[in-house]
């Protein structure tokens, strides 16, 4: 039950300015009482966290080759800008409440991608800094985002058979 609650609840915060979602609607969605959510989670903001954990687990990219983290993300942004939109409210709420969860999801992000860089945490971030504001843009113009794949890598020095 808990899972079917998470996934209407990321379809509706995804689809939607997240601040407009309510606990209402979530349940309609799931086709659960705003009880049994509660009952799951303590909290709107709870359900949220909850929600950003689930949702990076389930879409952890399990690959080791730097073109295809880059080409798979940029796709994913692609076909579901409003993730990024939801990120980005839940980590801008989760700051000023002065929790960890965006520096967990960073940390995570950037120990992965420093493995890939031969330990180059600066590259590393700036890759990661390079895919989200191509998620926020694809979101916000429309923007084929795709077509960015070969350039970040190039930028990285990774074009041609560097790969």
Do not use: C, W
């Not at 993730?83 to 989760?94: A, G, N, P, T």
């Not at 940390?107 to 180059?120: A, Q, S, V, Y």
């Not at 843009?137 to 084929?144: E, G, M, P, W």
């Amino acid at each position: 039950m808990k899972e079917k609650i998470l996934k209407a609840a990321l379809k509706l915060y995804s689809s939607k300015p997240p601040q407009n979602v309510t606990t209402k609607e979530i349940a309609r969605a799931a086709g659960v009482s705003v009880g049994l959510i509660f009952h799951y989670f303590h909290s709107k903001n709870e359900l949220e966290r909850e929600l950003v954990s689930h949702f990076m687990e389930k879409h952890s990219l399990q690959t080791e080759r730097l073109d295809e983290f880059v080409r798979e993300n940029l796709r994913f942004a692609k076909e579901n800008p409003g993730i990024f939109r939801f990120l980005q409210y839940v980590f801008e709420k989760e700051k000023y409440a002065d929790s960890d969860l965006a520096i967990k999801v960073y940390e995570d992000g950037l120990k992965k991608l420093k493995t890939m860089l031969g330990g180059d945490e600066r590259k590393a971030t700036l890759l990661m800094a390079m895919i989200d504001g191509l998620a926020m843009y694809a979101f916000l113009l429309d923007l084929d985002v795709e077509e960015f794949s070969d350039s970040i890598l190039e930028t990285l020095g990774f074009g041609g058979e560097n790969r």
